[in-house]
């Protein structure tokens, strides 16, 4: 059995919610937090987390894709 801790960009405004998400492998929610707070991830005191791009940090927002299941090559 694994577990993940997900960050999710809380940040609403008038045309919707951001919908950025960081998975990480964290234990706990300190850890994951700080693993996002690397990667320019804010984390308020009141339990609101917002992405790199919603929270003003200088680093564009990315996404990154990991294939399970890769294609087998000719």
Do not use: F
């Not at 801790?5 to 990480?24: A, K, V």
């Not at 990154?64 to 299941?69: F, G, K, R, Y």
């Amino acid at each position: 059995m694994s577990a993940r801790i997900t960050l999710h960009c809380d940040r609403e405004s008038q045309y919707g919610l951001c919908t950025s998400q960081l998975y990480t492998e964290a234990l706990t929610l300190d850890q994951a937090r700080a693993a996002g707070g690397q990667l320019g991830w804010l984390s308020h005191s009141d339990g609101n987390d917002y992405c790199p791009t919603c929270s003003g940090a200088p680093q564009p927002r990315r996404t990154n894709v990991v294939h399970l299941a890769p294609k087998d090559q000719p």
